[in-house]
């Protein structure tokens, strides 16, 4: 596709990344619209999935849709902070040291099975997801300002993983899964599959001017002060509900807002309406809570406490 000849608006902006990816990624337009909810927003994503639901694929469909640099990187418990953000390597010609980059300098990164890595290496992971930098040796090395983090945990599986702390999963600004398709998809993609497949053929869609367009028009979307309110009584609730040891940042109530603006925008429309800010409640604020042990052992979870949230406080009219 020559996108040079195309229409450039804002939304038809999604709308043609969104068809690229549907074109690789099927039936999962909401979970695809939720990820470029955050993209375009500039939040990272944790994708909460069991193995060969299409997480690697759909972080390369992202990359290549919008001209983005992609990187993977395989956390292991052996990895270290260096294999992440790179060396500084002393050069005996030159008698210099000179930094050779990790692969943390890409525009989409996937961290894959990120709960895998010890805690120094997850935290390697802050200061690039929080201040889109890293520091090696007291020097500071920018990161792209598309730096777009899709990590990835199994859910089922506990053995030999390392809980992310509390302070990074507030850098995620939204937690989903993509899940499996249902058969009559499935046969399809299996057809897809003959040659080199639906991923080898995707033509770029959008590029640096398309995302900067993208952005000042979700800025421009309005929202109420009476919505403003209720995101922040609904992030308040999960501080002062029971069961609940910590609950959601200010950090959850900006990107709420942020995300729900996004949304707005794929809608057409220029202000922000209640369903929108419920569609990503739970995906944005459940993450972020910390229930105490007699609410886990209970069976209680994140999302539903959040759903429980949005049932006892109605939206404004």
Not at 205 to 215: R, S
Not at 282 to 288: D, I
Request: charged content about 20%.
């Amino acid at each position: 596709m020559d996108i040079s000849t195309v229409t450039t608006g804002p939304r038809q902006t999604y709308q043609r990344v969104l068809d690229n990816l549907l074109s690789v990624i099927k039936g999962k337009e909401d979970a695809l619209r939720k990820l470029l909810a955050a993209f375009f927003t500039g939040q990272h994503v944790l994708l909460e999935d069991v193995p060969g639901t299409g997480k690697t694929t759909l972080a390369k469909a992202l990359a290549a849709s919008l001209r983005c640099s992609f990187q993977r990187i395989q956390f292991t418990p052996d990895l270290l902070p260096s294999d992440i953000v790179g060396v500084t390597v002393f050069n005996q010609q030159s008698r210099e040291f000179n930094f050779h980059r990790g692969p943390i300098f890409a525009q989409v990164l996937l961290t894959d099975e990120i709960n895998r890595a010890s805690p120094r290496t997850q935290s390697a992971l802050l200061e690039a997801m929080a201040e889109k930098q890293v520091s090696v040796d007291g020097v500071r090395y920018p990161l792209d300002n598309a730096f777009f983090v899709i990590a990835t945990q199994n859910p089922l599986e506990s053995h030999g993983t390392y809980p992310l702390p509390e302070a990074q999963m507030d850098r995620f600004g939204m937690r989903f899964s993509l899940g499996y398709v249902p058969p009559e998809l499935e046969v399809q993609m299996l057809n897809d599959q003959q040659g080199d497949g639906p991923l080898a053929g995707l033509q770029p869609c959008a590029d640096g001017d398309d995302l900067v367009g993208m952005k000042r028009a979700i800025d421009h979307v309005h929202i109420s002060e009476e919505l403003k309110r209720y995101i922040v009584d609904l992030v308040a609730a999960t501080r002062n509900s029971p069961g609940i040891r910590i609950g959601a940042s200010f950090r959850a109530s900006q990107t709420l807002m942020r995300i729900s603006k996004a949304l707005a925008l794929f809608d057409d429309r220029d202000f922000v309406t209640p369903d929108l800010i419920q569609e990503v409640a739970s995906s944005v604020l459940a993450h972020r809570l910390c229930l105490d042990s007699q609410s886990r052992f209970n069976g209680v979870s994140a999302d539903l406490v959040v759903q429980d949230i949005l049932r006892k406080i109605p939206p404004p009219t």
